[in-house]
């Protein structure tokens, strides 16, 4: 519960106040519980992961958590969700041994906002865009296969088009597996709304500029799955029929064949479809 961070344009330390983090065995047990209850996929979640055990001081911090909660007995995966640059860095040889576990996606939130360190100062995001490169290039080092999920805000009230050009160039070089793409908009009581906002259609405009790169990005990338054979944990059932499931880099799967919930399937991918890919079951 709460944040951190300090950020110009959000609302989570008024609303949520104070990073609280939950004992950590009191999340082993939950998982535990959920996983004796025949649960197959593990979700930790809050406004920044990375930011576990930080109000503490006693060291037991997100790497540490991973560890507890791996060492539950039991055949599920655990999804990490969003984790702050700025939280991340300080643990991160820690955090990617933790990740090293076969019990937890590869998958990355890691929201950048911005490709222009003006605009990264002016959102108070305590980070340059060289910074994050940097946290990128080390986890793919480590985890050549994963997913790097990333978030950009679209027409800061302080971003110009120099600016926008610069957060266009990030997405090309970095080339994220995932993107969140929000345009701006004011929250009351935050320093960010008391700026001069940008024209409506000029956020639209390069928030289309931006998302066209985005897809075709999004696309390539899921394109150069076709062919190869991954190992698909089974979690939903399709709403047309048929199941979805996630890969180890946690990547959308949909096949039309009919598997159990929970089950583990050897899949060939056989066609991208931008946000996701198509699979066969492999006999």
Excluded: W
Excluded at 115 to 138: P, Q
Aim: hydrophobic letters at 35%; charged letters at 30%; proline letters at 4%.
């Amino acid at each position: 519960m709460g944040c951190v961070g300090r950020c110009s344009y959000c609302v989570v330390k008024q609303a949520r106040g104070e990073l609280i983090s939950y004992a950590p065995e009191k999340i082993r047990e939950a998982v535990k519980h959920a996983v004796e209850r025949g649960a197959k996929e593990i979700q930790i979640t809050s406004q920044d992961c990375s930011a576990y055990g930080c109000e503490r001081g006693d060291g037991f911090k997100l790497p540490e958590l991973l560890a507890l909660v791996t060492s539950v007995e039991g055949d599920f995966s655990v999804r990490v969700g969003m984790m702050n640059p700025c939280t991340i860095s300080h643990i991160l040889d820690a955090l990617l041994e933790a990740f090293e576990s076969e019990k937890i996606f590869k998958f990355f939130h890691v929201p950048v906002q911005s490709g222009s360190d003006k605009v990264l100062r002016d959102m108070r995001r305590g980070y340059k865009a060289a910074d994050f490169i940097e946290l990128v290039t080390r986890i793919r080092k480590r985890f050549a296969d994963c997913t790097l999920c990333t978030d950009f805000i679209i027409g800061f009230p302080t971003e110009t088009e120099e600016d926008f050009h610069a957060s266009l160039k990030l997405l090309e070089e970095v080339k994220p597996e995932k993107v969140n793409i929000t345009r701006f908009s004011p929250r009351p009581g935050t320093d960010a709304a008391q700026l001069k906002d940008l024209l409506d259609r000029e956020k639209k405009r390069r928030s289309r500029i931006f998302s066209a790169l985005e897809r075709r990005i999004g696309f390539e990338t899921q394109k150069a799955l076709e062919g190869k054979e991954l190992t698909v944990l089974i979690t939903e059932k399709g709403t047309k029929g048929g199941v979805i499931g996630r890969d180890p880099a946690y990547r959308m799967v949909v096949l039309d064949e009919e598997v159990p919930l929970g089950a583990s399937q050897r899949t060939r991918i056989r066609e991208a479809r931008g946000t996701y890919v198509r699979g066969e079951v492999v006999a």
